[in-house]
């Protein structure tokens, strides 16, 4: 081993391609897509979707989720636990308001138009707190507790 | 801290409803026991924090009229809760008729539902909180009307 290489840690690395051709369509396969469950995808695509509303959607000059709102939405709901699919639905000022039930219990999630995050906890139908500042962990752990 | 909001609107009658348009998604309507639903609370959020929620008085128009409201192409839905719910959650009811015009007019049967969210001076002036917009959801029913034409 020469000094160069000791000082470097040079490594040679075996040219590979990760695509993959599958029915004629390439996928990366670095990139690792097979282990999202149906139901965040299916949330995936509900964002995406919301994207393309048109100016005024909603009759009040409602205006589409901007980019930077639907990827704040794509890493939120890649970052809960698996416990199923929220509701979700755009809100009219350009971000998005996901809901989950668990019996009782359900967490209101508000990503607003300027990608911050608010959360509110719902008991028996009663709201608890307003703009909820507590991690995602402790919230789904909340929703999912006896 | 000052209450800002204007003074709820003594001729509108606790008995009148109020009726509120959403957009209709896969998500929007939540179905309850025996065969009615509610709107999720988003659906029903201003367009910003710190307005009011805009609704229409049934005393003077038709679901449908709301509905079909305004140059928007939907699909839409209508909420409707009383005048009096509103009141009993802390909203104040104003009128806010839209003049020949401007979209969506004229609109005599528009009001405004004012919450208590502080604004950023510390003051009341009609802003809605989340927890008060989940409530009112929750007391709202979605109209079952016939298909828009």
Request: proline share 9%.
């Amino acid at each position: 081993m020469t000094a160069q290489a000791a000082a470097t840690n040079l490594v040679e690395q075996t040219p590979v391609s990760h695509v993959r051709t599958y029915g004629g369509i390439s996928a990366n396969g670095a990139i690792p897509v097979d282990g999202i469950e149906p139901w965040r995808t299916e949330a995936i695509q509900k964002v995406i979707q919301f994207g393309a509303l048109p100016e005024n959607w909603d009759g009040r000059g409602g205006v589409a989720p901007a980019m930077a709102v639907r990827q704040k939405a794509f890493e939120y709901l890649m970052s809960v636990p698996s416990i199923g699919a929220p509701r979700i639905v755009p809100t009219s000022g350009g971000g998005f308001h996901f809901e989950w039930s668990v019996g009782p219990r359900e967490i209101e999630i508000y990503i607003e138009p300027d990608c911050t995050v608010e959360a509110l906890r719902v008991l028996d139908g009663m709201p608890m707190d307003d703009n909820l500042s507590m991690n995602v962990s402790a919230l789904f752990h909340w929703l999912v507790s006896k | 801290m000052a209450d800002q909001r204007p003074a709820d609107d003594g001729t509108i009658q606790d008995e009148d409803r109020l009726y509120i348009r959403f957009r209709a998604t896969d998500d929007s309507v939540v179905p309850l026991p025996g065969g009615v639903s509610r709107p999720m609370t988003g659906a029903l959020l201003p367009r910003r924090k710190d307005e009011p929620i805009s609704a229409d008085l049934a005393s003077l128009c038709t679901p449908g009229e709301t509905r079909d409201r305004g140059g928007a192409a939907g699909p839409f839905h209508v909420a409707i809760v009383t005048v009096a719910t509103a009141r009993a959650l802390g909203f104040r009811v104003t009128r806010d008729p839209i003049p020949a015009g401007q979209d969506g007019a004229p609109n005599l049967a528009h009001v405004l539902l004012h919450g208590t969210r502080l604004a950023l001076d510390g003051n009341m002036k009609g802003a809605v909180k989340r927890p008060e917009a989940e409530r009112l959801a929750r007391e709202s029913r979605v109209a079952d009307l016939p298909p828009a034409p």
